[in-house]
């Protein structure tokens, strides 16, 4: 059945527009009748419309079960789709078809054609408001509002001068189409938007900017034509800098394994630990070259991106300093022992001391009767230590049975088979003793400077040198300065140099120059010759000096083993090692790692790299204090009331007995304490 719409219009060539408008189709599939011509009105009053009859060219037939379908669809389908002859209703209606507006109105129904904002329009040459009546003939002309988004970009340095980046979010602008809309009294203009990036970034305005910020070095022409590029925002890397590769520090380099070695512990007979057949310690023969000096780099100097030279840092030279049985020889850099021994290597920051150990060996008891004994080499006593004795070494201390009452300070490590009752034992270079020492050597230098300006001042005004009568030297000035103004440079000189004395067999022979040169400049006005001037400077140079190799990591590793202590004080740069029944009431502090394989009861344990404790503190709540640092862990087998935990300064106190318990700060610096049984 034929498909029909009749539609009207001022001319038949309107009235087919609309027709085809309306129905969305092409005027090849259809078939148009005119139904009526447009012409005078009735008595020659108005005008009449065109009419048309639209038809929808049918198919060709077809046959088979394709005509069965199409029989079966058509008696499925609406009265309109059947065929029937209805006229489309658009009187009085408006539409929009791709982008351009159609209308028909009547005498009784005229179309309202409403516009958004951004839309302006004119309606037969006149602006329309946001409402108005559409009639034949009028003539409707839209003008879409058009914007756009300006390109933003900037341009940062780093701060270290090495890197240029450009931030770039491109523009935009927006291109706006009149939505189609289907016939409706009341047509409701909407719009679409589309945007498309418009980067308005030129390579002009780059360089532009780079000069305005003297930018000069390594600039990326690459990176800045791929900028004026961008479609979406994003960051570009437009000039580069170099780094200062500063140079290595020199070093000693080994040619044989120096360090000792530790095995497993043996119990004699007599029930003494023999230490000594569990650690291997190195020795070279005479003429031997052990060693080697590695000269420090210069580095490679850097450049900013302003084209500034970034100075690279040189290297620091190793300062060797050759001890007992080494020579240097000047032109290879080779390190030589001159007599045979145990290398002992003291190292802290680039200051070394190289030196050849002998051996001093003491068969017997040490008592009063045998004296003190300061030895440059490793010390073997075959007995025991006695009250009020001390031994002093560069090297390892071995003791064959007890120290009673008796001080050991060692440059290396302490053995002692037996016990330590009452007895004060130093190996190695301990923090818990240089701490104290840097914590004087601050004091003193956060007043000296001071007082050296005001010294200076004053000795180098002409008033001063017309009056003053140098042949007393400077010994009545540095009192006055003391005693009006300066008191604390006394005070702090006398702190300092009474705790370098204490500890004479700890420190190098520079610190005991360093405290002579203080005692003869500061603490004494009375000399028998004038003092140079330069020699308060270079109490100040060397001050300086030696709180920087304070400040430095000590290389030594040295250790601390023996059976049992009692009311005794530990001090040690490596691990302490107690192997027997334990120690009581006694005081440890280590650097590195201690172990108590028994009993520790009272005291206390600092230990930087923490501590396995198999039994500490006692049933009657003897205080037992166990500390390491934020990193330590400290691990108990049993642990008693009473017995104070800390961790990186966090404590916690065991309330009741309890077993097989680990200690350590987690992630976010709190006390986590783990029990597995």
Not at 23 to 33: H, P, T, Y
Not at 216 to 229: F, M, N, Q, S, Y
Not at 415 to 441: D, H, M, P, R, T
Not at 591 to 597: E, L, P, Q
């Amino acid at each position: 059945m034929e498909k029909n719409h009749i539609f009207t219009g001022e001319s038949v060539d309107e009235a087919v527009q609309v027709a085809l408008a309306a129905l969305n189709v092409a005027e090849e599939s259809v078939d148009i009748k005119i139904l009526q011509n447009e012409g005078p009105g009735f008595f020659g009053l108005g005008r009449t419309k065109a009419k048309i009859k639209v038809v929808h060219k049918m198919p060709s037939e077809e046959t088979g079960w394709e005509n069965m379908l199409q029989k079966y669809t058509a008696e499925n389908t609406s009265s309109e789709e059947r065929g029937e002859e209805l006229q489309l209703n658009l009187d009085g209606k408006a539409w929009i078809k791709e982008g351009s507006l159609y209308f028909q109105d009547t005498a009784e129904q005229k179309p309202v054609l409403i516009l958004p904002g951004g839309v302006t329009a004119l309606k037969n040459g006149k602006p329309v408001e946001k409402k108005t009546i559409l009639s034949q003939g009028d003539r409707l002309d839209f003008s879409l509002e058009k914007q756009a988004r300006e390109t933003s970009w900037s341009v940062k340095v780093d701060n270290q001068k090495q890197l240029v980046e450009l931030r770039v979010t491109p523009g935009a602008y927006f291109v706006s189409t009149i939505e189609d809309a289907p016939p409706a009294a009341n047509l409701y203009i909407s719009t679409a938007s589309q945007e498309i990036p418009l980067n308005q970034l030129t390579e002009k305005d780059i360089y532009e900017q780079l000069e305005r910020m003297d930018i000069v070095e390594g600039i990326c022409e690459e990176e800045i034509k791929a900028a004026t590029r961008a479609e979406r925002p994003a960051s570009f890397i437009i000039a580069k800098g170099k780094l200062p590769v500063h140079g290595n520090n020199g070093k000693i380099n080994f040619i044989i394994d120096i360090r000792q070695q530790s095995g497993n512990y043996k119990e004699k007979l007599d029930g003494t630990i023999d230490f000594r057949e569990s650690i291997h310690i190195p020795t070279v023969n005479e003429g031997t070259v052990f060693a080697s000096i590695i000269e420090p780099t210069p580095g490679e100097d850097g450049i900013s991106v302003f084209g500034e030279v970034l100075k690279a840092k040189a290297g620091k030279p190793i300062q060797l300093a050759p001890g007992a049985g080494i020579e240097i020889n000047e032109e290879t850099n080779e390190v030589v022992a001159v007599s045979s021994g145990r290398p002992h290597v003291d190292q802290r920051g680039q200051s070394v001391r190289l030196s050849i150990l002998p051996k001093l060996l003491h068969r017997g008891d040490l008592s009063l009767q045998d004296g003190n004994i300061h030895f440059i080499g490793d010390v073997e006593v075959h007995g025991s230590v006695h009250e009020q004795m001390m031994i002093e070494a560069a090297g390892d201390i071995w003791i064959h049975k007890n120290v009673d009452k008796a001080s050991l300070q060692s440059s290396k490590s302490i053995i002692i088979n037996a016990n330590a009752l009452n007895s004060k034992i130093v190996a190695g270079q301990s923090s818990a003793i240089y701490e104290e020492a840097l914590k004087l050597l601050k004091q003193f230098l956060y007043n000296y400077p001071s007082f050296l300006k005001v010294f200076q001042q004053v000795t180098s005004s002409e008033a001063f040198q017309s009056s003053y009568n140098g042949k007393n030297g400077w010994g009545p000035l540095v009192k006055a300065l003391q005693e009006k103004k300066f008191p604390e440079v006394k005070k702090s000189a006398e702190a300092l140099t009474a705790y370098i004395n204490a500890q004479k067999t700890l420190f190098e022979g520079k610190w005991k120059d360093f405290s002579d040169m203080i005692q003869y400049g500061l603490l004494t006005f009375h000399h028998k010759s004038p003092l140079a001037e330069d020699h308060f400077f270079e109490i100040e140079r060397q001050a300086f000096q030696l709180h920087d190799v304070l400040e430095s990591p000590s290389a030594s590793s040295s250790r601390i083993a023996l059976k049992y202590a009692a009311y005794s004080e530990m001090y040690c740069d490596g691990e302490v090692d107690i192997l027997g029944k334990g120690a009581i009431h006694s005081h440890i502090y280590a650097d590195g790692y201690v172990t108590i394989h028994q009993k520790f009861i009272g005291g206390k344990i600092s230990a930087k790299k923490g501590m396995n404790i198999k039994e500490a503190g006692s049933p009657g709540g003897a205080k037992t204090l166990l500390q390491t640092d934020s990193t330590g862990v400290i691990k108990i087998e049993h642990a008693h009331p009473d017995v104070l935990l800390s961790v990186g300064g966090i404590n916690h106190k065991i309330r009741m007995e309890e077993f097989y318990l680990t200690a350590r700060l987690d992630s976010e610096g709190r006390m986590k304490i783990s029990r597995n049984n």
